[in-house]
């Protein structure tokens, strides 16, 4: 299973951008997809998850300006983030709860290789 990861880039302060990750490969089906991200000289944090019936968690740092959804058709996850703050600064990965195999049952956590996200004006 790939996880390929798009949408990073540099934006001003208060602008918005739309990151999205499409999984591939071998799958059954997909379980809990989320965002972390990790900035400079910290640890990787969750930012947003979505399950696999639609429920969301999010930071608190994120709530109000992130929104997370996924369209299990195309098994993609996108992130929706506006109100874009310095503090957001980071490279973001996606997350994804994988099972390649009915039985046995075979389930893998897949990481995407990250999307650098500059605010900054």
């Known amino acids: 299973v790939q996880l390929q990861a798009s949408g990073g880039g540099l934006v001003q302060p208060g602008g918005s951008l739309r990151l999205s990750c499409a999984a591939s490969?071998?799958?059954?089906?997909?379980?809990?997809m989320g965002w972390y991200r990790q900035a400079p000289g910290k640890q990787r944090e969750l930012v947003a998850g979505?399950?696999?019936?639609?429920?969301?968690n999010y930071a608190d740092s994120v709530k109000g300006r992130f929104t997370i959804s996924r369209d299990n058709a195309k098994n993609m996850v996108y992130l929706q983030m506006n109100s874009l703050k310095p503090e957001d600064t980071a490279v973001y990965y996606c997350?994804?709860?994988?099972?390649?195999?009915?039985?046995?049952?075979?389930?893998?956590?897949?990481w995407g290789q990250g999307t650098q996200v500059t605010v900054s004006s």
């Open positions: 997350n994804v709860d994988v099972v390649t195999q009915r039985w046995p049952r075979l389930e893998f956590i897949y």
């Open positions: 979505i399950m696999g019936g639609g429920g969301t």
């Open positions: 490969g071998s799958i059954v089906s997909i379980n809990a």
